[in-house]
């Protein structure tokens, strides 16, 4: 079974969803947050790639995807949001998985044909995808929707039959 690792990072909570394929059949592996709080950046920062490591060394994914920067309005909320990013990048790659940052409308459009979809139609299309599962942190439901996107994406094309 191929096993995917979707990541929606942030300083506070970061999001993660493993969706493995079984044939033509997708079902979450494990999802949850990483709760942060509020300790100092580079406690956080540190607490979150044990935690991420912890999470790769447990449930062996062969890929990661980690949803990409949106346009902040605040340039010091994006920084400290790179400052996730890049440890989750890092986490990923010194364990060996191919490691792809996609963009939130790419998600948003690949799960729901909207690239403006809320996070509403996209927990439905989560929830559809993985038969009916329900998961109830929304950061949570974001990462699997990035690793429903990726796993997707990289599906062989059937071209006959």
């Known amino acids: 079974m191929t096993r995917v690792l979707g990541i929606d990072p942030g300083t506070v909570r ?10 033509s059949r997708l079902r979450r592996v494990a999802s949850g ?7 100092p950046l580079p406690q956080r920062l540190a607490h ?23 346009q902040h309005r605040n340039a010091r909320s994006a920084l400290l949001l790179g400052h996730a990013r890049g440890v989750c ?13 996609l963009a939130p409308a790419t998600v948003k459009r690949s799960l729901t044909g909207n690239g403006a979809a809320d996070k ?16 109830s942190a929304p950061d949570a439901c974001d990462a699997l929707a990035v690793a429903i996107c990726l796993i997707e994406t990289r599906k062989p094309l059937r071209l006959f039959g």
């Open 14 to 23: 970061t999001g993660f969803g493993i969706v493995g394929r079984d044939g």
């Open 33 to 39: 947050t990483v709760e942060l709080g509020r300790a």
């Open 48 to 70: 979150l790639h044990s935690e991420l490591t912890r999470l790769i060394d447990n449930y062996t994914p062969t890929a990661c995807a980690v949803e990409g920067l949106f």
């Open 89 to 101: 990048l890092l986490a990923a790659a010194a364990h060996g998985l191919d490691v792809v940052e």
């Open 120 to 135: 509403q139609q996209v927990g439905f299309m989560v929830a559809r995808l993985l038969d009916d599962f329900s998961e």
